[in-house]
């Protein structure tokens, strides 16, 4: 009895191993917070892929290198470069969540004949959310509001306390993509007028769909928007776009909200542009580096929200992402092509 | 004498904390004589016969029986805001006095305020705050969430000119929207928003994500939302409150929060304005308060303050008064 219990346990055991080599071998960054994958996902991305831990990775080489066909990037985790791709012959793909690429170097992923492809639409929804969130919240001054509500201090709540009005008056989007598109489709029903910038000028009918007119020098777009949203990726073309002079030229009413990267801004010259009357406000998710550190200026100014680089943090969207990236690995590994690949010429 | 021609109004006050906006009274001083109530109650004899009117704004001053049998010569009450509940209708019309309010002036800034918190608790915008701001923090989690807008499900109760502005722009986000209504809207309308009649009010709390109140307080509605209808909700739900505190019943609500029976509340709104400040509400990470500012936006006070003086100068010439309440 206990052999046949034994040979019927190994026969289980040796499956296993089987199905388990059967499954595409995935490295990730790790399972621990601070940086790792979303727990939630973890059961469902077990049954279809065979995860190493950097960590495990790290402490056996030679056993696992030849093994890792793919790279599972989630928050920006594992960091891609040279060494590693040099430690893994075998690989294939590399999966990103999120749209943004700029922590990737495109041109040595491409010289490893190595495969990207990240999550730009699982993203679209919850980003061009967070944009109006932050407007919104920023022109109606929630967390002052906030505080006012519930400090001890409070006796009586101000008539005359007030923040700036969102319908009908000015939004300028920097940055006319999907997230921006969406932003407009939004800002429309709240009767704003709709100024955009872009790298190309979008067709008359989607223009004509939202109301948006376009301005194709930045500096008329910053004179008379009242609230200005960044919605670019961060290049070398993008870097620091918005600097004194830009600032300089935002209307003194004007509130700057960035859901692009904290790189598009001069972060020196937002500070003292808000804290001189320059510019009335700001709303940021994205900041240089992130976390500020936390004697950082833009921590203690009345007029600004900070939020934690959230802009796609939602549940739906994280593992709308999550089942976009296994798609595409799985897509790669079985030469097929590949949703949401991204050209690395 | 310039001044003897321009109409003499009462006021609650010019200073802090319950006056008029101080934007306003230089240009309400080229059209209006102000008298304030302490001016008032120091002199009644002199003052009583000349008020013509009442300006109130925020809700002062008050309007009670005393005050009206010492104003005979009152003939309007001109009322900032939407909202009546503060004011004796039965009596204000059993001294012939009229009424007036802002119901327009105060749509789009309120709606937007629904809105604004819809998303500030949807995605939990203050936690985010704390997160980004605490001293504590080493790093961001990339697995702190919040909960989807773009193709939830929105429950709208109340879909008068807010209720319907508000639909408008969650449409924009792709919500599906519920409506409960005294009155069922006109088929275009509801077309034009994509939004959904629910004759009972059960079926809206069962399927909304967001449940947003903008509804008058009257007797019918006081605590509308108590401890059946918030179980009523899903677990993942958020009570939004831009109409009044006593739609809600506070106790009942703050048990809910507590005991994950619906997820998190937005409140413009409370019962008492400010809330003591032990009041549990004040605590939670899940609330979201603000002091209610539903219509505080520099352009909507002006245009409310506006409105409030034509009312006025109309009723005070005999013509027809713009914004005027039905007192029957």
Request: charged fraction near 20%.
């Amino acid at each position: 009895m206990a052999s046949l219990r034994t040979l019927k346990f190994l026969r289980q055991f040796h499956q296993k191993i089987m199905q388990n080599q059967k499954l595409p071998c995935v490295l990730i960054n790790s399972f621990e917070e601070p940086y790792c994958v979303n727990e939630d996902h973890v059961a469902d991305l077990k049954k279809r892929l065979n995860f190493v831990t950097m960590q495990e990775f790290l402490e056996n080489k030679t056993h696992f290198g030849p093994k890792i066909q793919a790279i599972y990037i989630w928050g920006g985790k594992p960091v891609i470069d040279k060494e590693l791709l040099q430690s893994l012959p075998t690989l294939k793909i590399i999966v990103n969540s999120g749209a943004g690429l700029d922590h990737l170097d495109l041109n040595l992923i491409a010289s490893f004949g190595v495969k990207l492809a990240n999550t730009p639409h699982a993203v679209t929804n919850s980003t061009a959310d967070m944009g109006m969130a932050l407007l919104l919240a920023s022109a109606r001054r929630i967390l002052e509001g906030n505080e006012v509500a519930t400090s001890p201090d409070t006796k009586s709540f101000s008539i005359n306390w007030m923040g700036q009005e969102v319908t009908g008056s000015t939004l300028g989007i920097i940055g006319m993509g999907k997230i921006g598109y969406k932003i407009a489709q939004r800002a429309k029903a709240f009767e704003m007028k709709i100024l955009y910038h872009n790298r190309n000028r979008r067709k008359v009918e989607e223009e004509q769909a939202v109301g948006a007119y376009y301005c194709a020098k930045l500096d008329e777009l910053l004179q008379q928007s009242d609230f200005v949203l960044l919605i670019t990726p961060l290049t070398p073309q993008t870097y620091k776009m918005i600097g004194k002079r830009e600032l300089g030229l935002m209307k003194p009413t004007a509130t700057l909200i960035n859901i692009g990267r904290g790189q598009l801004v001069d972060q020196d010259a937002l500070v003292e542009a808000l804290q001189t009357g320059i510019i009335k406000a700001a709303g940021l998710d994205v900041t240089y580096p992130e976390p500020l550190p936390r004697s950082h200026p833009l921590l203690k100014l009345k007029n600004v929200i900070l939020t934690p680089h959230i802009g796609s943090a939602t549940h739906q969207s994280r593992r709308l992402m999550m089942e976009n990236m296994v798609e595409s690995l799985l897509a790669a590994l079985s030469g097929l092509s590949i949703p949401n690949e991204v050209n690395l010429k």
